[in-house]
């Protein structure tokens, strides 16, 4: 007797948001959003003055003033990931290769999402050469990175959170440093010299430890989606990313779809896509704490 495999839709848009929602660098590092809102308003507060240090009995005392600012996080962005399956390979495709297919959609999704979140931290506060010296600060100039420098990189990073008053936000939420492949090897390398085991390191959420590891109190990722000559550091949940809960981690199949604009003519098959709308927040009053690594 023949089996008929049907094209299991349900099944698929259920793997593909498995594979969505497994762990991934931009879902630990920001402050994810899923809204239907298209325009976030948070509120934070700033001092614009400070309490006087001593008092004297009877005598009059100075208010504390603050500012209420708002914050907007809109979400205005959007990216489809369309994939087309030809007739034949569609009826000729098991049900494991429609779920791999489902999950290669997913997958390449997120990694479209981490490739955006990396190029909008291009917009946080410069950290280069003269950070990493202790001689400048906001510096544009690239830092090479290397075996014997990875480590005090690592600790600039951190000075300079600290010296923001950045503190009690890094011991809430936690520094990260999300790191390039040829990065990554030298800190891989510099830790093992170390006398450090992946069981010593290993990150505790979920994320592998050949894709991220705790050391120095840090939590170091690595990534293939850098904008060129940018790393991105800082203090977690600080920079903000608003995705629009409706559309994401949903499917559309159709059938015979055009191959192009209206005057051309359709392709035999299934066309699946799905997409992600998305849209970024740097805080003012946490931008200190958003880095971009300027890296050769």
């Known amino acids: 007797m023949a089996n008929t495999i049907v094209w299991n839709k349900h099944d698929y848009v259920l793997r593909m948001r498995e594979r969505i929602n497994t762990p991934t660098t931009w879902t630990d590092v920001l402050n ?39 914050d907007t996080l809109t979400i205005d962005g959007t990216y489809i990931e369309p994939m087309f399956i030809d007739e034949a390979d569609r009826h000729q495709q098991g049900y494991v290769e429609q779920m791999n297919i489902a999950s290669f959609q997913g997958k390449k999704l997120n990694e479209k999402i981490e490739g955006l979140a990396l190029a909008a931290a291009i917009s946080g506060t410069d950290f280069g050469a003269t950070d990493l010296a202790n001689t400048g600060d906001d510096d544009t100039t690239t830092i090479t990175v290397s075996a014997s420098n990875v480590d005090d990189l690592i600790r600039a990073i951190k000075r300079k ?11 809430e939420r936690g520094i990260f440093i999300v790191w390039r492949a040829q990065d990554f090897e030298l800190l891989e390398a510099f830790v093992q010299a170390n006398g450090f085991t992946e069981a010593d390191i290993a990150l505790k959420n979920g994320i592998p430890v050949q894709k991220a590891f705790r050391y120095m109190g840090v939590d170091h990722y690595l990534s293939t989606s850098h904008t060129a000559n940018h790393l991105f550091a800082g203090v ?24 192009g604009l209206s005057s051309y003519g359709p392709l035999s098959g299934l066309g699946i896509t799905t997409r992600v709308d998305y849209g970024f927040n740097l805080p003012a009053y946490l931008l200190e704490f958003i880095m971009d690594i300027n890296v050769a």
């Open 161 to 171: 959170i600290y010296a923001h008053n950045g503190v009690d936000y890094a011991v």
């Open 236 to 259: 977690k949940g600080c920079m903000e990313i608003g995705i629009l809960r409706s559309t994401f981690g949903k499917a559309k199949f159709i059938e015979d779809p055009a191959s």
């Open 32 to 70: 994810v959003k899923y809204s239907d809102v298209r325009t976030i308003v948070n509120g934070s507060l700033t001092e614009s003055t400070v309490v006087p240090a001593t008092y004297t009995r009877g005598a009059a005392y100075v208010w504390d003033d603050y500012t209420l600012v708002a």
